[in-house]
């Protein structure tokens, strides 16, 4: 719980902004931070929480929260944001009984979209990226990371990653950018893979690292996409560059990659349906977040849940995020992923929570900075029109977003 003020700064330093009446749900590692504070004061400056409990605003801008919920805002840690091209009617193939491979064979699936964004411009991919950015901004996002893999080229990839840092151009977000070049075989290398990652390693990845355009690598470790020597090398290539690395790992079957992105020390290992106990004991041992991703397990229809209480036992912090992708995620909602979380994978609301916001934080190397209302964390907040945090969760397609702050600045919805 909140209790009586605390300040890392002088008493005297006027404040840049001060929350009034703001009943706090703080998300602070620990069993209280799911509790609700009585309503309470947060003051910023400089972008961070400088203060927190009974504060003097007689010199300062203030915000009335009006009793409203406040937390920290939600950060989605695994989207495929930027794309070109549709793929809703091979949704409407699928269940009009057309198999995926005849699917692809008439030109669809994940190349089909690799072509679209290939021939779509930077400019246009921004374009067409914003409204999907917008409904995640409406769920309390104030963070996201996204990811290339659509280019499969070095000009494309690098021409996804500068999209996907331009968007924070064009709305008050904080962007995250990943490589995956690692995606999937382009047409152009098709039964050459290892040529590939060669191309990956010792061009795509350099050129990133140079231009810091990303601050992480994530490679598709799966039958259908890479194995795990492949995998390997580009997480060697990675840290020789000094990027870190991510994994989508087990998410189809039990190759091993989560243990692999575990033992490079990797932010995260994400969708891991299949994993072992193994692969679990791996997390607990780096410190790998778990990202579950519940829009692909209910798009795919799938039926392997994640080893939720393995990873409970464990103590592995478990991120959620959206996945957001237009062949097997097409959700721009982080509250639907919640719910999702919880009906599908059996996650308790204080879970899904932490999933979204300390935990997700985590899971893109910002632990100690965002996803956590406490004194010197960025004050990346959402107010809420909601009685109790089980709401987010609970009820879905009423708006309960009242503002956001971006380090510190107010953004109404």
């Not at 007689?58 to 950060?75: A, E, M, R, V, Y």
């Not at 070095?154 to 999209?163: C, H, N, P, S, V």
């Not at 490589?179 to 191309?199: M, N």
């Not at 290539?237 to 189809?252: D, I, M, N, R, S």
Request: charged share 20%; glycine share 8%; aromatic share 6%.
């Amino acid at each position: 719980m909140v209790g009586n003020t605390h300040s890392h700064l002088q008493a005297s330093t006027p404040y840049d902004l001060v929350l009034i009446n703001a009943r706090i749900v703080s998300m602070v590692r620990g069993e209280q931070g799911y509790q609700v504070s009585e309503p309470t004061s947060l003051a910023i400056q400089a972008g961070k929480i400088a203060a927190i409990g009974d504060i003097d605003t007689s010199d300062c801008h203030s915000f009335d929260c009006q009793n409203q919920l406040i937390t920290p805002g939600f950060i989605d840690a695994h989207t495929h944001l930027i794309f070109a091209g549709n793929r809703a009617n091979e949704f409407e193939m699928r269940l009009n009984g057309v198999p995926y491979q005849e699917i692809a064979k008439q030109g669809g699936g994940i190349l089909s979209t690799v072509r679209a964004t290939r021939a779509a411009s930077e400019e246009q991919l921004i374009e067409l990226a914003l409204p999907r950015l917008d409904g995640l901004i409406r769920t309390g996002a104030t963070s996201v990371e996204v990811k290339s893999g659509y280019g499969l080229t070095l000009k494309d990839e690098i021409k996804m990653l500068r999209a996907a840092k331009a968007l924070a151009d064009h709305r008050k977000i904080r962007i995250s950018t990943t490589l995956l070049a690692a995606h999937a075989v382009p047409p152009e290398f098709a039964g050459k893979p290892d040529s590939y990652i060669d191309l990956v390693c010792q061009e795509i990845i350099p050129l990133v690292a140079e231009e810091h355009l990303a601050t992480s690598v994530d490679v598709f470790c799966e039958s259908i996409g890479f194995n795990l020597e492949q995998t390997e090398r580009v997480f060697a290539a990675a840290h020789q560059y000094g990027l870190q690395v991510k994994g989508h790992t087990e998410q189809l079957s039990n190759l091993g990659g989560t243990a692999l992105t575990a033992q490079y020390s990797g932010l995260s290992a994400d969708h891991i349906e299949y994993l072992d106990q193994h692969g679990v004991e791996a997390l607990a041992q780096s410190g790998t977040v778990a990202t579950l991703l519940p829009g692909a397990f209910y798009f795919l229809k799938e039926t392997q849940r994640p080893p939720i209480e393995l990873l409970r036992q464990h103590n592995i912090p478990m991120a959620l995020a959206t996945d957001l992708n237009p062949g097997t995620s097409p959700f721009a909602d982080l509250t639907m992923m919640m719910n999702m979380g919880c009906t599908l994978f059996g996650l308790t609301p204080e879970e899904t929570l932490r999933g979204v916001t300390c935990h997700a934080a985590k899971a893109l190397g910002y632990g100690e900075s965002r996803g956590q209302l406490q004194l010197g964390y960025d004050a990346d907040i959402a107010i809420w029109d909601v009685t109790q945090p089980a709401d987010f969760s609970y009820q879905q397609g009423v708006s309960r977003l009242s503002a956001r702050l971006i380090k510190g600045e107010i953004d109404h919805v």
